[in-house]
């Protein structure tokens, strides 16, 4: 899932203050598993927002149910169906790419994202998430035992630790794990210790960020206009 | 101008060698560069200068590299993974080489929060061991890692870096193994003061073969204080220090002023002289960290002196 993390309040305040017409649209996928983004949070905003601006004319709504997702055209059209005037402004409590969606659906509205996307992870216990992919576009998690180095080691080693795990915690922070230490224990269980003696040849970057931006169509999936 | 590396002579004649480190200046006052090479020509093999080290701005590795060679010492250069991708590390090995730098460590790099800028963006295209591999490919094939003929020459004699105390334990013999199959023609290790976990190591190391396949020079950083020794013990990741010579330190700080650092140049001394009678242990590295005045007092009670001519 994605991982998201509200922003301070303060913050939504200063993108809002001068509009008067502003809505607040909730995500009921990753950011509503997060307890950061969802139809509560949405309403909670709505409501600090009312309270903050209580001798101001301003009309404050929030939209959300639990099947929304903001990264998703077709309920966004959804959410502009449902507005009987345009608003002024728009706080996404969806992730970064809500976020755009929002934008690219309303157009002439700014969209503020009201929360900061943070990273692919799991969602531990309630209320706690890790990072976990860094989504490079080329899985090597079988040679791993099923951990991820690049984004769960601090310098995205391929071949195992540097000199700096200590007491199977990371030189960065001593809350990090060690991912290499994680990968060794982990492959000694599975009596597979031998793949850590294989040389992980240099990765190609290219299916991450740095192949350029990144799409991807999936054609037998993909409506013939034509056809239909 | 591309003579044979000082340090691979003595390695190859069979010499106990001996390497030390420069840090270069946060600047460009090139006096410190040269006040410290003063200082130490001539008591050691080689110079390992530092690449950035714990992430703090200082002048290029490759600069200082540069003047150590002009100066008649040999540099080590440093090159670290964190700053650089491969296509800027291909370019300053052409670089270093046509300047005259002949042996390189390869590391992963202390990581940017440690040092002066810390909210910086990182690298890490490949790993030292990579990159190990990718220069080993260079000089053998004399081709850029992406199969392109090099124009010109390119040699350096490679080396990596192992710390025989860091987690798990179990893998870094392992880990050595993986850098010399890299490529790495010699090695140098974390500083250590845990001797008997040393030999340990090295009796893996020996049970493995590895000694008969590089040369590992053993790191030793004498301490100044009993509050560094403390402080190195319990903030620097990968170092460990016995509580024998935590003990000694602070006696010696209770002797009076002086007394520290006097006890901290007999234990790395009294360490030198150990190391070298451990089998496949092919010299020793000293790590005196902005102490380089105290390199030539070290060499010479460890019984290091003179220097072999080649």
Redesign the interface.
Known sequence: MIVVKRKPIKEILEFVKNSKNILIAGCGTCAAVCLEGGEKEAAEIKGLLNLHFKNEDKNISALCDSAVRLCDPEFVKDIKLKCNVLPDVIISLGCGAGVQMVSDIFESVPVFPGINTTFLGTNDELGVFSEKCQGCGECILDKTGGICPVSRC???????????????KC???DTID?A??LI??RLKTMNMLDK??E?????D?RTSRDGGVRAMVKEEAVIDKNEE | MHQESNLKKVLDSGKFAVTCELGPPKGTDLDVVKEKASLIKGYVDAVNVTDNQTAIVRLSSIATSHILHDLGIDPIMQMVCRDRNRIAMQSDLFGAYSLGIKNLLCLSGDHQTFGNHPESKNVFDIDSIQQLSMINKMKNEKKAYCGEEIEGDFDMFLGGASNPFGDPYEFRVIRLAKKINAGAKFIQTQCIYDMDKFEDFMKMVRDMGLHKKTYILAGVLPLKSFGMAKYMKNNVAGVQIPDELLNRMKTAKAAGKGMSAKEGIKICVEQIKRLRNIEGVHGVHVMAIEWEKKVPQIVEEAGLLPRPEL
């Open positions: 601090s310098k995205s080693l391929l071949n195992g630790p540097c000199g700096g795990s200590s007491d199977g030189e960065v922070d060690c290499w230490q060794f224990d850590m003696q040389i992980i040849p240099v990765k970057w």
